[in-house]
């Protein structure tokens, strides 16, 4: 029995959208080819830059097909041009998992330790290469469709500075990409006007004092004091100072200062991120928050390094680009299927491409529709396969409208 026959109801039950006839006859015959598609990338997962076998494996598809592929100058990740013509839409997917031991106890499991696909990229390759090489047996193309499969989007500043730098856009008029989303059933498109993820910077701010003991604190810098004013302070005064429709959410994630009780340390150390959902509060950011922890520390006496790591902007769809969306979403899964989306606090390299060229990014429900919410970025996250011909839909149709 093939995966098609114990999943008839990925292309019936889920697909009330429309054709076109030539995408659906490609999708009924190779169904099986993307579902173990997906599974071979699950089970040989790689961490970010080193995406090797993950790239190879999309390579030889491509190639097989008569395309011609063109791997990035860093050997993981490759972009490649389908159809003729001046006119070019991208389509993008991601390809690195994170270093996560998993738990799912799936037959495909990860066979790399401390390393699983987490976030769905092993979907968003199989379902991008799915789309790419149902786009390449269309009769006609209006136009090229670009594939990008991008290494390295789950650090930061991203790999898709390293697309973009290649010549990766150059001359694309618009860009789509899929993200699953484990809080959307299967059958589910969410789309969204505006910002769908938000900007996301690293802080590392490194205090020093003389040191002391703890019963003569007013003779020293009370250095753990002082962090804890800013672990506190901080976030609130951040709030205070940027417009609350922003979206910006300021979070610790590691605090270290000392080893004895009775000693007041020389060292401390606090890592945090610092997230907003608005272009402009993103490019204030660092300034502001120099400035905030300035006035904090200075009655202290407590000295300070603050390392601050510009991370991603916002994903930004614009108006047409999400209505184009839409119509792929309609297209793909029906009216019904079509729903908005919130936007998430979450970051997303595809941003950068947004900075050179309009574009969309929307999210795949992947939820079985029983059983929990398996979150993203947790080890026992899984998805629903029945969401990949689903994907493949999307984009295809993405890419006709952007085209047309």
């Not at 999400?322 to 009216?335: E, F, N, Q, Y």
């Amino acid at each position: 029995m093939t995966l098609l026959d114990t999943h008839t109801d990925l292309l019936h039950d889920l697909g009330n959208g429309t054709g076109p006839e030539w995408l659906d006859a490609w999708l009924i015959k190779h169904l099986d080819d993307v579902v173990g598609w997906r599974r071979e990338v699950h089970a040989v997962p790689e961490l970010s830059g080193h995406e090797v076998a993950t790239t190879a494996l999309v390579a030889s598809k491509l190639l097989e097909a008569g395309l011609e592929p063109r791997t990035l100058p860093s050997g993981t990740g490759l972009v490649c041009d389908i159809g003729y013509g001046d006119r070019c839409i991208a389509l993008r997917a991601d390809l690195d998992a994170l270093p996560l031991t998993e738990r799912t106890g799936l037959p495909f499991s990860s066979g790399v330790d401390g390393v699983m696909h987490a976030c769905g990229h092993d979907a968003h390759t199989a379902m991008l290469l799915g789309a790419g090489l149902a786009l390449a047996q269309a009769p006609m193309l209006p136009g090229r469709v670009r594939l990008i499969f991008q290494p390295a989007e789950e650090v930061q500043p991203g790999g898709a500075i390293e697309v973009i730098t290649d010549g990766g856009l150059e001359g694309v008029e618009r860009v789509f990409a899929l993200h699953c989303d484990p809080r959307l059933e299967v059958g589910k498109v969410g789309t969204r006007v505006g910002p769908i993820t938000s900007a996301c910077d690293i802080l590392e701010l490194r205090l020093t004092s003389p040191g002391g003991h703890t019963s003569r604190p007013h003779l020293t810098a009370d250095l753990v004091h002082a962090l804890g004013m800013v672990i506190t302070e901080l976030p609130a005064l951040l709030s205070r100072r940027v417009d609350p429709r922003s979206g910006t959410i300021m979070a610790w994630g590691v605090v270290h200062a000392g080893d004895a009780p009775n000693a007041i340390p020389q060292l401390g150390v606090l890592r945090g991120t610092a997230r907003t959902g608005d272009h402009a509060t993103w490019m204030e950011f660092e300034p502001l928050i120099r400035s905030l922890v300035t006035a904090l520390l200075a009655p202290t006496g407590v000295g300070y390094v603050l390392e601050h790591r510009r991370g991603v902007p916002p994903v930004v769809n614009d108006e047409l680009s999400a209505a184009l969306m839409r119509d792929a979403a309609i297209a793909a899964v029906g009216v019904a299927g079509a729903t908005s989306t919130e936007q998430s606090s979450g970051g997303e390299d595809f941003a950068w491409y947004l900075e050179e060229v309009p574009g969309a990014m929307s999210r795949l429900g992947v939820w079985s529709g029983e059983g929990p919410m398996r979150d993203l970025h947790q080890p026992t996250f899984d998805l629903d396969e029945r969401a990949l011909p689903i994907g493949i839909r999307v984009l295809v149709h993405a890419a006709l409208g952007g085209l047309a």
